[in-house]
Protein backbone atom coordinates (compact mmCIF):
# COMPACT_ATOMS: atom_id res chain seq x y z
CA UNK A 1 0.00 0.00 0.00
CA UNK A 2 1.79 3.28 -0.91
CA UNK A 3 2.34 6.33 1.74
CA UNK A 4 0.21 9.34 1.40
CA UNK A 5 2.84 11.76 0.95
CA UNK A 6 0.66 15.40 1.05
CA UNK A 7 -2.72 15.11 3.30
CA UNK A 8 -5.24 18.18 3.71
CA UNK A 9 -7.36 17.46 6.40
CA UNK A 10 -10.40 19.88 6.80
CA UNK A 11 -7.98 22.47 5.36
CA UNK A 12 -9.79 26.00 4.87
CA UNK A 13 -8.51 29.59 3.73
CA UNK A 14 -9.85 32.74 4.97
CA UNK A 15 -8.04 36.23 2.82
CA UNK A 16 -10.72 38.52 5.09
CA UNK A 17 -13.97 37.58 4.13
CA UNK A 18 -13.47 35.63 1.05
CA UNK A 19 -13.09 31.96 1.37
CA UNK A 20 -10.17 31.11 -1.21
CA UNK A 21 -10.35 27.23 -0.13
CA UNK A 22 -13.61 25.34 1.87
CA UNK A 23 -13.14 22.36 3.89
CA UNK A 24 -10.86 20.20 1.77
CA UNK A 25 -9.86 16.55 2.47
CA UNK A 26 -7.09 15.63 0.24
CA UNK A 27 -4.44 12.38 -0.09
CA UNK A 28 -1.79 12.44 -2.77
CA UNK A 29 -0.20 9.54 -2.99
CA UNK A 30 3.87 8.77 -2.78
CA UNK A 31 5.04 8.80 -6.55
CA UNK A 32 1.85 9.63 -8.60
CA UNK A 33 1.35 12.71 -10.68
CA UNK A 34 -1.74 14.47 -9.68
CA UNK A 35 -3.06 17.86 -11.41
CA UNK A 36 -5.52 20.16 -9.79
CA UNK A 37 -7.76 21.10 -12.10
CA UNK A 38 -10.00 24.88 -12.25
CA UNK A 39 -10.72 27.91 -13.76
CA UNK A 40 -8.62 31.17 -12.10
CA UNK A 41 -9.73 32.32 -8.95
CA UNK A 42 -11.23 28.65 -7.75
CA UNK A 43 -8.39 27.98 -5.19
CA UNK A 44 -6.30 25.93 -6.59
CA UNK A 45 -2.80 27.86 -6.55
CA UNK A 46 -3.96 29.03 -2.48
CA UNK A 47 -3.98 24.92 -2.41
CA UNK A 48 -0.30 24.49 -3.87
CA UNK A 49 0.77 27.65 -1.43
CA UNK A 50 -0.43 25.67 1.43
CA UNK A 51 1.65 22.55 0.60
CA UNK A 52 4.45 24.20 -0.23
CA UNK A 53 4.56 26.93 2.85
CA UNK A 54 3.75 30.22 1.25
CA UNK A 55 0.45 30.35 2.91
CA UNK A 56 -0.89 28.74 6.10
CA UNK A 57 -4.32 27.27 6.66
CA UNK A 58 -6.77 29.56 8.35
CA UNK A 59 -8.56 26.04 9.64
CA UNK A 60 -7.32 22.43 8.96
CA UNK A 61 -3.68 20.21 9.05
CA UNK A 62 -1.27 19.83 5.98
CA UNK A 63 0.60 17.15 6.71
CA UNK A 64 3.99 15.97 4.89
CA UNK A 65 4.64 11.96 4.91
CA UNK A 66 2.71 11.75 8.26
CA UNK A 67 3.68 15.12 9.67
CA UNK A 68 1.65 17.92 10.61
CA UNK A 69 3.94 20.84 8.88
CA UNK A 70 0.97 23.34 9.82
CA UNK A 71 2.64 26.97 10.51
CA UNK A 72 5.88 25.13 9.41
CA UNK A 73 7.79 27.68 6.50
CA UNK A 74 8.43 26.74 3.06
CA UNK A 75 12.20 26.38 3.63
CA UNK A 76 11.74 23.68 5.98
CA UNK A 77 9.17 21.44 4.14
CA UNK A 78 10.61 18.65 2.33
CA UNK A 79 8.81 20.11 -1.04
CA UNK A 80 10.01 22.69 -3.66
CA UNK A 81 8.02 24.28 -6.01
CA UNK A 82 8.75 25.60 -9.80
CA UNK A 83 6.88 28.56 -10.53
CA UNK A 84 4.60 29.94 -13.75
CA UNK A 85 7.75 32.52 -14.82
CA UNK A 86 9.97 29.96 -13.88
CA UNK A 87 11.95 32.77 -10.98
CA UNK A 88 15.11 32.18 -12.38
CA UNK A 89 18.21 34.44 -11.58
CA UNK A 90 18.93 36.39 -15.44
CA UNK A 91 22.47 37.53 -13.58
CA UNK A 92 23.76 33.43 -13.46
CA UNK A 93 24.23 30.76 -15.05
CA UNK A 94 22.16 27.65 -15.71
CA UNK A 95 24.57 25.91 -13.33
CA UNK A 96 24.41 28.54 -10.68
CA UNK A 97 21.07 28.64 -11.31
CA UNK A 98 20.58 25.03 -10.64
CA UNK A 99 22.84 24.78 -7.91
CA UNK A 100 21.76 28.03 -5.96
CA UNK A 101 19.67 25.76 -3.51
CA UNK A 102 22.44 22.82 -2.56
CA UNK A 103 25.02 26.12 -2.29
CA UNK A 104 22.45 27.75 0.37
CA UNK A 105 22.59 24.37 2.44
CA UNK A 106 24.55 24.67 5.84
CA UNK A 107 27.34 22.32 6.09
CA UNK A 108 27.67 23.50 2.87
CA UNK A 109 28.23 20.70 0.62
CA UNK A 110 32.20 20.07 -1.54
CA UNK A 111 32.42 22.04 -4.39
CA UNK A 112 32.97 18.71 -6.38
CA UNK A 113 29.85 17.92 -5.13
CA UNK A 114 27.94 20.22 -6.11
CA UNK A 115 29.05 20.02 -9.39
CA UNK A 116 28.02 16.71 -9.96
CA UNK A 117 24.49 16.89 -8.43
CA UNK A 118 24.49 20.02 -11.31
CA UNK A 119 25.44 17.81 -14.01
CA UNK A 120 22.86 15.06 -12.85
CA UNK A 121 20.44 17.12 -12.91
CA UNK A 122 20.82 19.04 -15.97
CA UNK A 123 21.19 15.01 -17.48
CA UNK A 124 17.54 14.54 -15.64
CA UNK A 125 16.31 17.49 -18.19
CA UNK A 126 18.36 17.00 -20.96
CA UNK A 127 20.52 20.00 -20.52
CA UNK A 128 24.21 18.20 -20.96
CA UNK A 129 26.64 21.04 -21.43
CA UNK A 130 24.80 24.35 -20.84
CA UNK A 131 25.90 24.80 -17.51
CA UNK A 132 27.67 28.04 -18.49
CA UNK A 133 24.78 29.33 -20.69
CA UNK A 134 22.85 32.75 -18.97
CA UNK A 135 19.38 31.73 -18.86
CA UNK A 136 18.56 34.43 -21.26
CA UNK A 137 20.11 33.06 -23.96
CA UNK A 138 17.89 30.05 -23.51
CA UNK A 139 14.60 29.05 -25.38
CA UNK A 140 11.33 29.34 -23.04
CA UNK A 141 11.08 25.64 -22.61
CA UNK A 142 15.23 25.18 -21.82
CA UNK A 143 14.54 27.69 -19.44
CA UNK A 144 11.62 25.94 -18.11
CA UNK A 145 14.10 22.72 -18.07
CA UNK A 146 16.47 24.95 -16.20
CA UNK A 147 13.65 25.62 -13.29
CA UNK A 148 12.81 21.73 -12.74
CA UNK A 149 16.53 20.49 -12.44
CA UNK A 150 16.76 23.97 -9.99
CA UNK A 151 13.76 22.08 -8.00
CA UNK A 152 14.65 18.73 -8.73
CA UNK A 153 18.45 18.98 -7.47
CA UNK A 154 17.66 18.97 -3.87
CA UNK A 155 15.29 15.51 -4.56
CA UNK A 156 12.30 16.89 -3.02
CA UNK A 157 9.35 14.44 -1.58
CA UNK A 158 6.98 16.41 -3.88
CA UNK A 159 7.53 18.63 -6.85
CA UNK A 160 4.72 21.73 -6.61
CA UNK A 161 3.98 22.99 -10.38
CA UNK A 162 2.46 26.12 -11.03
CA UNK A 163 0.93 26.22 -14.06
CA UNK A 164 4.68 25.88 -15.58
CA UNK A 165 3.62 25.67 -18.96
CA UNK A 166 1.22 28.47 -19.12
CA UNK A 167 3.91 30.45 -21.18
CA UNK A 168 4.92 28.13 -23.63
CA UNK A 169 3.41 27.93 -27.06
CA UNK A 170 1.02 25.89 -27.84
CA UNK A 171 3.43 22.85 -30.34
CA UNK A 172 6.00 23.19 -27.27
CA UNK A 173 3.65 23.03 -24.46
CA UNK A 174 2.73 19.27 -25.78
CA UNK A 175 5.97 18.43 -26.28
CA UNK A 176 7.17 19.67 -22.45
CA UNK A 177 3.71 17.80 -21.57
CA UNK A 178 5.76 14.56 -22.46
CA UNK A 179 8.65 15.64 -21.00
CA UNK A 180 7.35 16.12 -17.71
CA UNK A 181 5.14 12.66 -17.63
CA UNK A 182 8.34 10.72 -18.37
CA UNK A 183 10.52 12.70 -16.50
CA UNK A 184 8.02 12.07 -13.31
CA UNK A 185 8.39 8.35 -14.18
CA UNK A 186 12.29 8.39 -14.41
CA UNK A 187 12.60 10.31 -10.92
CA UNK A 188 9.75 8.45 -9.22
CA UNK A 189 9.18 12.05 -7.19
CA UNK A 190 5.23 12.71 -6.57
CA UNK A 191 4.54 15.52 -8.80
CA UNK A 192 1.36 18.03 -7.93
CA UNK A 193 0.40 20.04 -10.90
CA UNK A 194 -1.71 23.21 -10.65
CA UNK A 195 -3.55 24.11 -14.20
CA UNK A 196 -6.75 25.82 -15.92
CA UNK A 197 -6.01 23.65 -18.44
CA UNK A 198 -7.81 20.48 -18.95
CA UNK A 199 -5.62 18.90 -21.94
CA UNK A 200 -2.77 19.70 -19.66
CA UNK A 201 -4.33 17.94 -16.78
CA UNK A 202 -6.29 14.57 -18.57
CA UNK A 203 -2.70 13.99 -20.69
CA UNK A 204 -0.12 13.80 -17.79
CA UNK A 205 -1.97 12.76 -14.49
CA UNK A 206 -2.80 9.84 -12.43
CA UNK A 207 -5.45 11.55 -11.05
CA UNK A 208 -7.01 14.93 -11.24
CA UNK A 209 -8.92 17.24 -8.90
CA UNK A 210 -11.40 19.02 -10.18
CA UNK A 211 -12.15 22.38 -7.81
CA UNK A 212 -15.09 24.82 -7.98
CA UNK A 213 -15.09 28.06 -5.67
CA UNK A 214 -12.66 26.85 -3.14
CA UNK A 215 -14.23 23.77 -3.38
CA UNK A 216 -13.08 19.81 -4.59
CA UNK A 217 -15.76 18.65 -7.06
CA UNK A 218 -14.68 15.52 -7.96
CA UNK A 219 -10.63 13.74 -7.55
CA UNK A 220 -10.56 10.79 -9.88
CA UNK A 221 -8.36 9.27 -12.83
CA UNK A 222 -8.69 11.19 -16.35
CA UNK A 223 -11.11 8.24 -17.59
CA UNK A 224 -12.74 8.27 -14.30
CA UNK A 225 -13.80 12.54 -14.71
CA UNK A 226 -14.75 12.35 -18.46
CA UNK A 227 -16.95 9.45 -18.73
CA UNK A 228 -18.18 9.36 -15.05
CA UNK A 229 -18.44 13.52 -14.13
CA UNK A 230 -20.46 13.75 -10.99
CA UNK A 231 -22.34 16.42 -12.42
CA UNK A 232 -22.75 19.28 -15.12
CA UNK A 233 -19.77 21.83 -13.97
CA UNK A 234 -17.30 18.70 -14.38
CA UNK A 235 -19.20 17.63 -17.51
CA UNK A 236 -18.45 20.82 -19.11
CA UNK A 237 -14.46 21.67 -17.74
CA UNK A 238 -13.59 18.51 -18.43
CA UNK A 239 -13.46 18.00 -22.41
CA UNK A 240 -17.12 18.81 -24.39
CA UNK A 241 -20.59 17.98 -23.63
CA UNK A 242 -24.13 18.28 -24.97
CA UNK A 243 -26.74 19.07 -22.49
CA UNK A 244 -30.21 18.35 -23.25
CA UNK A 245 -33.57 18.79 -20.66
CA UNK A 246 -34.57 15.67 -18.93
CA UNK A 247 -37.65 14.97 -17.35
CA UNK A 248 -36.12 14.85 -13.63
CA UNK A 249 -36.19 18.34 -12.01
CA UNK A 250 -32.66 19.29 -11.57
CA UNK A 251 -30.99 17.11 -14.18
CA UNK A 252 -29.66 17.45 -17.19
CA UNK A 253 -28.70 14.53 -20.29
CA UNK A 254 -24.92 14.93 -20.98
CA UNK A 255 -24.04 13.30 -24.50
CA UNK A 256 -20.56 13.49 -25.48
CA UNK A 257 -20.11 15.05 -28.98
CA UNK A 258 -17.91 12.40 -30.37
CA UNK A 259 -20.59 9.41 -29.39
CA UNK A 260 -23.21 10.62 -31.56
CA UNK A 261 -23.86 8.82 -34.89
CA UNK A 262 -23.89 10.71 -37.67
CA UNK A 263 -25.65 9.73 -41.21
CA UNK A 264 -27.20 11.33 -44.52
CA UNK A 265 -30.55 9.78 -43.90
CA UNK A 266 -32.23 7.83 -40.63
CA UNK A 267 -32.13 4.88 -42.51
CA UNK A 268 -28.11 5.32 -42.47
CA UNK A 269 -28.23 5.49 -38.79
CA UNK A 270 -26.80 2.19 -37.49
CA UNK A 271 -29.50 -0.04 -35.34
CA UNK A 272 -29.59 0.22 -30.98
CA UNK A 273 -30.06 3.91 -30.89
CA UNK A 274 -32.34 4.86 -27.97
CA UNK A 275 -32.51 8.29 -29.38
CA UNK A 276 -32.67 9.76 -33.53
CA UNK A 277 -33.72 12.96 -35.16
CA UNK A 278 -33.29 15.09 -38.59
CA UNK A 279 -30.79 18.23 -38.23
CA UNK A 280 -29.72 20.71 -40.12
CA UNK A 281 -25.65 21.74 -40.35
CA UNK A 282 -25.08 25.40 -38.61
CA UNK A 283 -21.67 25.68 -38.25
CA UNK A 284 -18.63 23.58 -39.96
CA UNK A 285 -15.20 23.43 -38.15
CA UNK A 286 -12.10 21.47 -39.52
CA UNK A 287 -9.53 20.71 -36.81
CA UNK A 288 -7.32 18.46 -38.66
CA UNK A 289 -7.81 14.93 -37.47
CA UNK A 290 -11.37 15.39 -36.89
CA UNK A 291 -14.56 17.87 -37.78
CA UNK A 292 -16.89 19.89 -35.31
CA UNK A 293 -19.98 20.10 -36.46
CA UNK A 294 -22.90 22.54 -35.00
CA UNK A 295 -26.19 21.49 -35.52
CA UNK A 296 -30.25 22.10 -35.31
CA UNK A 297 -33.00 20.05 -34.73
CA UNK A 298 -36.53 21.03 -33.88
CA UNK A 299 -36.81 18.48 -31.05
CA UNK A 300 -33.45 19.32 -29.21
CA UNK A 301 -32.13 22.41 -30.20
CA UNK A 302 -28.69 23.23 -31.15
CA UNK A 303 -25.55 20.92 -29.90
CA UNK A 304 -22.90 19.71 -30.97
CA UNK A 305 -21.55 16.52 -32.80
CA UNK A 306 -17.59 15.49 -33.18
CA UNK A 307 -16.54 13.03 -36.63
CA UNK A 308 -13.12 11.60 -36.92
CA UNK A 309 -11.98 12.11 -40.49
CA UNK A 310 -11.33 8.44 -41.58
CA UNK A 311 -15.12 8.47 -41.39
CA UNK A 312 -15.48 11.31 -43.28
CA UNK A 313 -13.65 9.70 -45.78
CA UNK A 314 -15.35 6.68 -45.77
CA UNK A 315 -19.19 8.49 -45.55
CA UNK A 316 -18.56 11.73 -46.81
CA UNK A 317 -18.58 15.31 -45.29
CA UNK A 318 -21.72 17.83 -44.36
CA UNK A 319 -21.92 21.13 -45.71
CA UNK A 320 -23.82 23.92 -43.75
CA UNK A 321 -26.83 23.71 -44.85
CA UNK A 322 -27.20 20.27 -45.29
CA UNK A 323 -30.12 18.14 -43.51
CA UNK A 324 -28.63 15.09 -41.51
CA UNK A 325 -29.14 12.16 -39.18
CA UNK A 326 -27.88 11.91 -35.27
CA UNK A 327 -28.66 9.46 -33.00
CA UNK A 328 -27.16 7.71 -30.18
CA UNK A 329 -26.92 4.86 -27.95
CA UNK A 330 -28.13 4.21 -24.20
CA UNK A 331 -24.79 4.29 -22.71
CA UNK A 332 -23.68 7.28 -24.25
CA UNK A 333 -26.07 9.82 -22.05
CA UNK A 334 -25.11 10.32 -18.60
CA UNK A 335 -28.13 11.94 -16.30
CA UNK A 336 -25.95 14.48 -14.11
CA UNK A 337 -27.05 17.05 -11.53
CA UNK A 338 -27.85 20.71 -13.11
CA UNK A 339 -24.88 22.00 -10.91
Request: with cysteine.
Amino acid sequence: MKQNVIEFRNVSKLFGNVAAVIDNNLAVEAGEFLSILGPSGCGKTTSLRMMAGFEQPTSGEVYIRGENVTGVPAFRRPVNMVFQHYALFPHLSVQDNVSYGLRQRRPRPATADVAKAVDEALSMVRLDGYGSRRTYELSGGQQQRVALARALINRPAVLLLDEPLAALDRKLRRDMQVELQNLQRNVGITFLLVTHDQEEALSMSDRVCVMREGRLVQVGTPRELYDKPVNRYVAEFVGKSNFFKAGEAGKVTSVRPELIDVAKSKKALPDGLVTSTEAKVLNRIFLGEQTEYRVASESLGEFAVVTPRKAEREAGAFDIGDRIAVGWRAEAARLLPDE
